[in-house]
T-cell receptor, first 113, second 113 residues
Framework: DADVTQTPRNRITKTGKRIMLECSQT?????MYWYRQDPGLGLRLIYY???????NKGEISDGYSVSRQAQAKFSLSLESAIPNQTALYFC????????????FGQGTRLTVV | GENVEQHPSTLSVQEGDSAVIKCTYS??????FPWYKQELGKRPQLIID?????GEKKDQRIAVTLNKTAKHFSLHITETQPEDSAVYFC????FGDGNKLVFGAGTILRVKS
């Protein structure tokens, strides 16, 4: 089945370290997103991309960067991790241009100590 | 930007009873309103959605209603079952805004058997 795959699934890192979370999809969707989930705050958008040449900031982009290496790959980087970036991170995909269902990856649980 | 508020934050019901979760949104241009269910340790998955040209939509035991004038929409689950226990998120987005979903904070639904 076509899917959205995130790696790693769990990661513990130290404050100040650089870390990359990766997302790949076999759905053939053009739009990809990174969301962060915190208890009581729902899912908040970090970055999104319409295609390889298009990157857009979301609601909470400070401290994060992204790269769209191919239509199927979208990675999220924390240049210098800090403890309040401890969260559950989800990659998602959708098809444009009309608003349609977003398909989520399995999530990456990141802990910054 | 869009702001989505969701209530209640937790909801406990007896098996067989109905459950209602309500959301309000701020951007009158929003025109797509999905609901996602997230089971423990799993990814969010779409359960039902509604567009602004429709006032109500049903799918078996779940239904969503939309009041554009009041800018609120609700999820109704009838004849609840233990497997309905999960976190439910509402979201809103508008055409031409990159399919960006703005999520509510989530509702933890517990169905007691």
């Amino acid at each position: 089945d076509a899917d959205v795959t995130q790696t790693p699934r769990n990661r513990i890192t130290k404050t100040g370290k650089r870390i990359m979370l990766e997302c790949s999809q076999t759905k053939g969707h053009d739009r990809m997103y990174w969301y962060r989930q915190d208890p009581g705050l729902g899912l908040r958008l970090i970055y999104y991309s319409f295609d390889v040449k298009d990157i857009n900031k979301g609601e909470i982009s400070d401290g994060y960067s992204v790269s769209r290496q191919a239509q199927a790959k979208f990675s999220l980087s924390l240049e210098s991790a800090i403890p309040n970036q401890t969260a559950l991170y989800f990659c998602a995909t959708s098809v444009g241009p009309l608003n349609t269902e977003a398909f989520f990856g399995q999530g990456t649980r990141l802990t910054v100590v | 930007g869009e702001n989505v508020e969701q209530h209640p934050s937790t909801l406990s019901v007896q098996e067989g009873d109905s459950a209602v979760i309500k959301c309000t949104y701020s951007d009158s241009a929003s025109n797509y309103f999905p609901w996602y269910k997230q089971e423990l340790g799993k990814r969010p998955q779409l359960i039902i959605d509604i567009r602004s040209n429709v006032g109500e939509k049903k799918d078996q035991r779940i239904a969503v209603t939309l009041n554009k004038t009041a800018k609120h929409f609700s999820l109704h689950i009838t004849e609840t079952q233990p497997e309905d226990s999960a976190v439910y998120f509402c979201a809103a987005s508008r055409f031409g805004d990159g399919n960006k979903l703005v999520f509510g904070a989530g509702t933890i639904l517990r169905v007691k058997s």
